[in-house]
């Protein structure tokens, strides 16, 4: 498979490598060799069959619309553009494209993410609730994708508000907890990244399963898939 990874940073170099280990051919772009999408030409595309994306979120939407344009099936590991999701899947749609995002990639979040869901009823009987997440110091936005995804969770399955505090610091992974609390007991429930082989190793297999299909998926629908 023929991969354009767009972003080499911290998770975006890892993306590549485990690519690479997995026998796929990977060219990458860096945020500055491509400014306003330059380097995203329909010819240049022609020859790609995915395109990972763990960019930013000041380009990642111009970089999904003219991959999604170019008619090229696309992976995007990137957070913080999820105001323009419903713009995007009328894209993806009209041009009959395949498209797969998710604010993790790791198999291990898209279990804790049913633990989540399975813990929202205690909103409903007495108990507070509050997510902490955190990550390293370069993050590009806050709250992460995740904790937002906790948090869109907790109020589908029960209807009650929790906040994030989110901390940025160091050169931490990424961590995320939900803390459930009451006069009588406590719920704990975190989750801890010990490194970004996860993430990348799923992005990876997210552009395997995408490839040559079509239509608008998110990855904590269809990770059981893989």
């Known amino acids: 498979m023929k991969v354009l990874l767009l972003g080499v940073g911290k998770t975006g170099f890892l993306v590549g490598q485990v690519a690479r280990e997995r026998g796929h051919e990977v060219q990458s772009l860096r945020s500055a060799d491509n400014p306003h999408t330059s380097g995203l030409s329909k010819e240049r595309l022609s020859a790609v069959d995915v395109v990972i994306d763990f960019t930013t979120p000041g380009c990642v939407v111009k970089n999904i619309e003219a991959c999604v344009t170019a008619g090229c099936d696309m992976v995007v590991g990137t957070t913080g553009w999820y105001p323009e999701i419903d713009n995007i899947r009328r894209i993806?749609?009209?041009?009959?494209?395949?498209?797969?995002?998710?604010?993790?990639?790791?198999?291990?979040?898209?279990?804790?993410?049913?633990?989540?869901?399975?813990?929202?009823?205690?909103?409903?009987?007495?108990?507070?609730?509050?997510?902490?997440?955190?990550?390293?110091?370069?993050?590009?936005?806050?709250?992460?994708?995740?904790?937002?995804r906790m948090q869109q969770i907790l109020q589908e399955h029960s209807g009650g508000e929790v906040e994030i505090t989110s901390f940025r610091e160091g050169d931490v992974v990424g961590m995320h907890e939900l803390v459930l609390d009451s006069t009588n007991e406590s719920i704990y429930l975190c989750h801890d990244a010990k490194s970004r082989h996860g993430f990348a190793e799923g992005a990876v297999r997210a552009a395997e399963w995408i490839a040559g299909k079509k239509g608008f998926y998110d990855f904590s629908e269809v990770w059981r898939q893989l």
Request: no cysteine; proline share 4%; glycine share 12%.
């Open 92 to 148: 993806v749609e009209r041009h009959k494209t395949g498209f797969l995002f998710g604010s993790n990639f790791s198999i291990g979040v898209n279990l804790f993410f049913d633990l989540v869901r399975a813990a929202a009823p205690a909103l409903d009987h007495g108990h507070g609730g509050h997510i902490y997440e955190r990550h390293h110091a370069e993050k590009k936005d806050a709250p992460s994708g995740t904790a937002a």
